[in-house]
């Protein structure tokens, strides 16, 4: 895995052995950058379940202002660590090294996001759990856009219950990103 554009382009990161987390693969992180990467510059990210950081870090990398990095797991924490310290990213970051519902409580009220990405465990309908929090928080605003990594087969129908509208949703060989905003936006991401 890799960095794929902006300052630490082409820089490897680490990330953990075994199971306890997917990376995100270099092509479906390029194709889902390659989506946002307009929108990127001076934003503030919330990259949530972190894994080693990929995520967040292509952000910074690429003229994000700020990412908060929200990983339970300490192993994968310390990878969050290192990669941050390899690409000579840290100053921009924030690591919260907790359940990700606490972390959202925590920065309730004193960060406003204009990109939150989760990828949580799939199957078990944690994306759900934060999509419902996310409804009702001050961490959201009208132009924040949410992006879920899901399986294929996850169900997203209940969203425009919940407040959001989907915007787009890219399909994948085993897994898909679903792009949300707050009900009432029109522009597509």
Not at 101 to 127: C, H, N, S, V, W
Request: glycine share 8%.
């Amino acid at each position: 895995m890799r960095v794929i554009a902006g300052s630490a382009k082409r820089l490897e990161l680490k990330t953990l052995d075994g199971m306890d987390t997917r990376p995100t693969t270099d092509r479906i992180k390029e194709t889902l950058f390659n989506m946002i990467a307009p929108y990127l510059y001076g934003c503030i990210f919330l990259d949530l379940f972190s894994g080693s950081g990929g995520i967040g870090i292509e952000a910074l990398s690429r003229g994000a202002k700020e990412a908060v990095f929200v990983e339970k797991n300490p192993k994968a924490m310390a990878c969050i660590r290192e990669n941050l310290t390899h690409t000579g990213l840290t100053k921009r970051a924030v690591l919260m090294n907790q359940d990700v519902r606490m972390a959202m409580m925590q920065l309730e009220g004193t960060k406003t996001f204009d990109y939150i990405f989760l990828d949580p465990p799939y199957r078990q309908e944690l994306e759900k759990e934060v999509l419902d929090y996310l409804a009702g928080s001050s961490l959201v605003y009208e132009d924040t856009v949410i992006i879920v990594e899901a399986a294929k087969d996850t169900d997203f129908s209940y969203v425009g219950k919940l407040g959001f509208t989907l915007l787009k949703e890219k399909v994948y060989k085993t897994n898909k990103h679903v792009f949300l905003e707050k009900t009432g936006k029109e522009e597509i991401c």
